[in-house]
């Protein structure tokens, strides 16, 4: 069985296939935290997939990713999508900075931003423009934001989920 799953995944991967099922993701309206009021702003959207397809994908991605790195193509500031990279290991870089300035008795200046709407999707030129910006090749990232061709939504008020096309 699990030679027969590798020749399917294998065939997905050479022909660029999209399994019409893989085309589907479903998207949950969570609220934060748990205890939350039911108001629209304390709800945050999560999408989810089956897990051979988030492992597929998450390859593949891997390997766009590790040839940007190989090429120097991404910038180690950056905490997304690099690996040993998160908000861990920036808020440790802060955290540092912040004591060197006390320590030193040095002024520190910074600012941030409060990300509405951080959690929205993409559209799918400007993914694709990202990508392709990148270097990657223009087969490859279709193949890619194909995948997101559909989302089942669903809201805890709803009967049924909604179906949205992208």
């Given at each position: 069985m699990v030679a027969e799953a590798y020749e399917c995944l294998a065939t997905i991967r050479q022909d660029r296939h999209i399994p019409a099922a893989w085309k589907w993701k479903?998207?949950?309206?969570?609220?934060?935290?748990?205890?939350?009021?039911?108001?629209?702003?304390?709800?945050?959207?999560?999408?989810?997939?089956e897990v051979l397809r988030k492992l597929w994908t998450g390859l593949i991605v891997d390997e766009g990713t590790?040839?940007?790195?190989?090429?120097?193509?991404?910038?180690?500031?950056q905490y997304v999508y690099l690996p040993h990279h998160g908000t861990d290991t920036a808020n440790l870089q802060l955290l540092n900075t912040l004591e060197l300035a006390w320590e030193e008795r040095k002024p520190l200046y910074g600012c941030s931003w409060d990300m509405s709407k951080a959690f929205e999707s993409v559209?799918?030129?400007?993914n694709v423009l990202c990508w392709q910006r990148l270097g990657l090749p223009v087969?490859?990232?279709q193949w890619l934001v194909d995948l997101d061709a559909y989302i089942l939504d669903y809201?805890?008020?709803?009967?049924?989920?909604?179906?949205?096309?992208?």
């Open positions: 479903r998207k949950w309206l969570v609220p934060i935290p748990d205890d939350a009021s039911k108001r629209i702003q304390d709800i945050r959207p999560i999408t989810l997939m590790s040839a940007l790195q190989r090429y120097s193509a991404l910038s180690l500031s559209s799918k030129p400007l087969k490859i990232v809201s805890p008020h709803s009967l049924c989920p909604l179906q949205m096309g992208y």
